[in-house]
């Protein structure tokens, strides 16, 4: 009983530890996601401000 008792606890730890890492790799896709969009939106108004400028 007391095996059965360790595996699931076993178990459920590594669960948790899965659906924290796929947590946190979604996390991680949506930041460098919204990144490439914060540097185009930055790299295309700079090029608008400099052929305004001129």
Do not use: D, E, P
């Not at 796929?22 to 185009?40: E, S």
């Amino acid at each position: 009983m007391t095996v059965i008792i360790l595996l699931a606890v076993i178990w459920a730890i590594v669960a948790i530890v899965g659906f924290a890492f796929k947590g946190l790799l979604w996390l991680a896709i949506v930041g460098i996601v919204l990144f490439i969009g914060t540097v185009a939106i930055g790299i295309t108004r700079r090029v608008i401000n400099r052929s305004q400028k001129r």
